[in-house]
């Protein structure tokens, strides 16, 4: 019985040893093939991953962006609209998405800054589902009124509901829609009115028609109404004035420090490779800088910026923080 145990014992340490060692094998292949799976990225298809249907700004910019980066990783990008809910269709996609380097996402403002704060619940987390890629760019708002209207400017605006307290009424298609005329109320220290509308084109027709005042709507959609002559912009609310509308003054020229821009950029599931976004990141900042694709997006109404990892994460962060107290300031409910 003794020489059994003992021949037990001997098996037992041998069987260990082995085990021993595989463990150790493992351990060491994992991470060398982690490593040889980033160094032969891409190796396949990618997919952006876009809130919005196609023609919209957000599909426009993915495609533009696949195009330019196509040749140049000599693999397929596909463009994935997902439409819906305030962008958290798309979002939520993403976040349940593998985090390996093969599905990205159009997010912005929207997205990552003011769901949070008009929601009460989300199905994803902007802060800890994703991580940042980069930015597209900045995109102002323009103020809007009907070409004969009697409010030939922004000063106009105030001065009339200075002297008539709660008779100008502004039109707004959602929730973050209202914030830049609340931020316009708060700052100038004015009464107006917020009359809800389903869509922004309402919102447009409205205007023409003379029903409500006026309106503070996204370079993008009200460009090219104001371009053909439909509705006349009295300010942007940039910083600087747009070269697609150099005639029209900033907000800011009329009332110091009032500044409202909304954003697009590139996120990717979180723990996505650090050396694949960094890639990534130096195939968006170069399709920014080709003068074509900057030309392109331009004509979309948006200022172009192109920001590193660190750049991008810290003005979303910052960003987010900035319409949590947006929201707070103008009194909007969270939606359930």
């Not at 397929?76 to 985090?99: Q, Y």
Request: aromatic content about 8%; charged content about 20%.
């Amino acid at each position: 019985m003794g020489d059994s145990a003992f021949g037990v014992s001997r098996v037992s340490a041998f069987c260990r040893s082995i085990i021993g060692t595989m463990l150790l094998a493992t351990i060491a292949v994992v991470p060398a093939t982690s490593e040889a799976q980033e160094d032969a990225w891409p190796s396949r298809t990618i997919r952006i991953i876009v809130p919005t249907s196609p023609g919209g700004i957000n599909d426009f910019l993915g495609r533009a962006l696949a195009r330019f980066v196509q040749p140049l990783i000599k693999q397929a990008i596909v463009i994935d609209n997902k439409p819906g809910a305030n962008t958290t269709i798309a979002a939520e996609a993403t976040k349940n998405a593998a985090p390996d380097g093969y599905t990205f996402f159009v997010g912005s403002v929207s997205s990552h800054s003011a769901n949070p704060a008009l929601f009460s619940k989300l199905g994803y987390d902007p802060e800890k589902d994703f991580v940042e890629v980069g930015m597209f760019g900045l995109f102002p708002y323009l103020a809007l009124v009907r070409k004969d209207s009697p409010y030939q400017s922004l000063a106009a605006i105030i001065s009339a509901a200075r002297a008539n307290p709660g008779k100008l009424t502004y039109g707004y298609g959602a929730s973050s829609s209202q914030v830049p005329s609340e931020l316009l109320k708060a700052r100038a220290g004015i009464n107006i009115v917020g009359v809800p509308y389903k869509a922004s084109p309402q919102v447009l027709t409205d205007i023409a028609a003379g029903t409500i005042d006026f309106a503070i709507i996204d370079a993008g959609s009200s460009s090219p109404v104001v371009k053909g002559g439909l509705l006349r912009a009295i300010a942007i609310t940039s910083l600087v004035r747009s070269p697609l509308l150099p005639d029209v003054g900033t907000a800011a020229e009329t009332l110091p420090g009032y500044e409202y821009q909304g954003w697009a950029g590139l996120s990717a599931p979180a723990r996505t490779s650090a050396s694949i976004l960094a890639r990534m990141n130096d195939h968006m900042r170069n399709a920014l800088a080709d003068p074509g694709v900057k030309k392109d997006i331009e004509q979309q109404g948006l200022i172009v910026r192109a920001t590193t990892l660190a750049e991008q994460a810290e003005f979303v962060l910052a960003d987010r923080k900035r319409w949590a107290e947006w929201v707070r300031m103008a009194n909007i409910p969270k939606i359930d």
